[in-house]
């Protein structure tokens, strides 16, 4: 079985490694997908078709798997006008994608057990994404969480995730898991030993965010486009300021909005619940 297949040019090189191993290409039998990011993907087409293995991902996943112009979009190029989106750093999205390759498993029902000779299942751990998913080596106790985890950020960047609430609560879920080990794709593998203080930090680090942003609003009657709010919070937190930044900093606003702590108003978030307007109540009643 295969977690990922990694960017695109890491086809060969993973293929390398099975035959390393001792095993051919059509040993491998299984590919379970975390997320469909560009990094998490891009070899997926090249891998499964010289496999012929038999590729699992989360429904939501569908959109951005298969239409990478449009995980572009919607992921990075909607902050543009307010944040830096150079030339490079498109080339370096779309270098690592190859051909788009379609599932052949959408999993509809979470915990998932695998008809394998290992004892596994496949958990739905959203946050970093809605499509977020994890594989559970039940007998080794060994969790495969590819980005559920994302520490304080990877190297000098804001960890990223779509959704702060359900971020927490999938760390909180592997501090209750309690595996023995933790392997996540950006940061060495955690023994259960060092597994508690690390997760603690990374929730620390969503609450300490959440309250920089609600109080830097609540300063600001007028509020701030995404662009100069983004510029205050990796200020404050010693980070690079780019669109992917935005995408952490957009979340923790709309989790204020589903507080009625901030609304979004002429492209501009500001603080406290939007205004009634009493002409269409009157009009409604």
């Known amino acids: 079985m295969l977690f990922d297949t990694g960017p695109r040019n890491n086809g060969s090189v993973i293929l390398d490694h099975v035959r390393q191993l001792g095993f051919t290409a059509r040993d491998l039998k299984w590919i379970v997908l975390s997320h469909s990011h560009a990094a998490h993907i891009g070899a997926l087409a090249e891998i499964a078709e010289q496999t012929g293995a038999h590729v699992y991902a989360h429904p939501a996943a569908e959109g951005w798997l298969i239409d990478h112009q449009r995980q572009f979009r919607e992921r990075y190029e909607r902050f543009s006008d307010r944040l830096p989106l150079d030339e490079t750093f498109k080339n370096y999205f779309f270098d690592r994608l190859g051909r788009p390759w379609y599932p052949n498993t959408w999993i509809e029902t979470f915990p998932l057990s695998l008809d394998t000779p290992r004892s596994m299942e496949i958990r739905h751990t959203p946050g970093h994404s809605s499509d977020s998913i994890s594989l559970y080596l039940k007998e080794e106790g060994i969790l495969i969480c590819g980005d559920a985890f994302m520490g304080a950020g990877t190297g000098n960047t804001l960890p990223r995730y779509d959704d ?27 023994s259960r030993e060092k597994l508690q203080p690390a997760l603690q930090q990374s929730q620390t680090m969503v609450e300490l965010l959440h309250r920089f942003i609600h109080e830097s609003l609540k300063r600001r009657p007028d509020g701030y486009d995404i662009g100069f709010l983004t510029r205050m919070v990796t200020a404050r937190f010693s980070r ?26 002429i492209d501009r978030w500001k603080p406290g619940a939007p205004k009634q307007s009493i002409v269409i109540e009157s009009i409604i009643r």
């Open 164 to 190: 702060p609430e359900a971020y927490t609560a999938t760390l909180t879920s592997f501090l209750e898991l309690q595996p023995n080990l933790l392997l996540s794709a950006h940061f060495a593998p955690l």
């Open 240 to 265: 690079i300021t780019d669109v992917v930044a935005a995408i952490p900093v957009q979340a923790h606003l709309m989790a204020l909005e589903r507080e009625g702590k901030v609304h979004f108003e």
